[in-house]
């Protein structure tokens, strides 16, 4: 007698779309092709937008077989599920030789032709670290690059919402024409977020460009801008006041040795942004830019400063002295400044007092971050500070300079430390210490 039911099914064929998209969502290309290969539902379930719509591209300069696969994969399923991408990141990892540029621009162009043609959902492009002013960039290759890169931005200019484009280091010129591509249609963007922090090449004075000004006049809704100091004029604090003031959130600042930062700027110009822009704030970002003159003709007290970053990275300076930053400049934000990074070389000068009074005068100090020649004794006194309730920090991250060796010595007393306040750590502290001969 022939038995007419059915076969029993795996209890994966009664999973819900919901819960099986959600299982694709953790797999990788390789994966996912072979799962869609696996029955109808599965199939369909691959063509589901909420697993395409963010996608990051990885293009390896020097790749191995197993890589370009993943690549030719990426970029296959990039264009095939195109049309439901909202987040795309491309990144360029060790490019070494103009052959490969002269690959990548192509692909590039082939792929950015093809999402502007089938797309209409992107609002977040990232490509970072291009680095366009290498020598193997020719100028061919680099000027087509530029080409189909602001076409494509000039299409989706009035969906995107995102750009990040660090690194690019281009000319003022080319620069611009990015830029000016996301107003293209209008002659105004509403994009919110734009990310040119290296943007430009190096040694350009930025801040004096008439170009660079009626650029930035285009952008009608920035909220959160990072870019360079070199950037920075009364002009187009101006600019930002008047176009952006209703939505501007957030200024990310850096400010590094070799790009031009003796401009002058007026306290008024940043008092009158602050005021028609009550909700900013304003994170600052130095790289080896430490001496106390630079400094205070850049941290002007009209500022909203929010974060404060002052890195050194490891160069000594017998000429320069953190006290009078420490003392005179930051105790200035006292009542806004909620995060604190310090990477200094002060083999030649202990600042473990000044240090601790700003964090106490630093009403809001939430984050501290300090690698430098301390005593071990500066964080006994810290955390006692912290249990008393002088100070508010969450988060405290150490690095402890030392001229010898063998720092086994200050090892066991910050055990002993963390013994004392361990009840205060462990419950209320995101706390990471340590010591680091520096000899």
Known sequence: MEDDSEPEQSSWAYLPDVCLRHVFHWLDDRD?????????????????GSLWRCR??????????????????????????????????IKLSNPYNTPFIKKFQVIMRGLLSH???????????????????????????????????????????????????????????EGCELLNSLSSLTNRSFISEINIEDFFSVHLSVYSSALFHQTMSKFHSLTILTFNYNCISDELLDILREHSSHSLCTLNIKCHIHDPHGQVVSGMSWANLAKRAPKLNVNFFFERVMKHDHLARILLVEIPVRSISLRSCY?????????????NLLPAYWHGLQK?????????????????????S??????????????????????QNRAEGKCILTTIKVR???????????????????????????????????????V
């Open 400 to 438: 402890i300079y030392t001229a010898q060796d063998d720092s086994t010595e200050e090892e066991r007393l910050l055990a002993d430390i963390y013994r004392k306040f361990k009840y205060l750590i462990d419950s209320e502290l995101n706390y990471f210490v340590i010591t680091y001969p520096m």
């Open 340 to 360: 604190l990074t310090l990477e200094l070389n002060n083999d030649h000068e202990l600042v473990d007092d000044e240090l601790l009074q700003l964090i106490l």
């Open 56 to 89: 990051t591209i990885t293009f390896y300069g020097q790749p191995s077989r197993a890589r370009m696969l993943e690549f030719q994969s990426a970029l296959w399923y990039t264009k095939k599920y195109g049309k439901y991408l909202k987040h795309l990141e």
């Open 115 to 173: 999402l502007g043609k089938c797309n209409s959902h992107l609002v977040s492009l990232s490509i970072k670290y291009l680095e366009l002013d290498c020598l193997i960039w020719k100028n061919v290759v680099r000027a087509q690059f530029i080409k189909n890169l602001a076409a494509f931005l000039k299409r989706m200019s009035n969906q995107l919402d995102y750009l990040n484009l660090k690194g690019a280091r281009i000319t003022l010129e």
């Open 362 to 383: 630093c009403k809001r100090l939430l984050f501290l971050k300090v690698w430098a020649f301390l005593s071990v004794s500066f964080m006994e006194r810290l955390l």
């Open 315 to 327: 160069f000594s300076d017998p000429d320069w002295t953190m006290r009078p930053t420490l003392t």
């Open 32 to 48: 996912r092709s072979r799962a869609a290969l696996v029955c109808k539902k599965w199939s369909c379930a691959m063509y589901s």
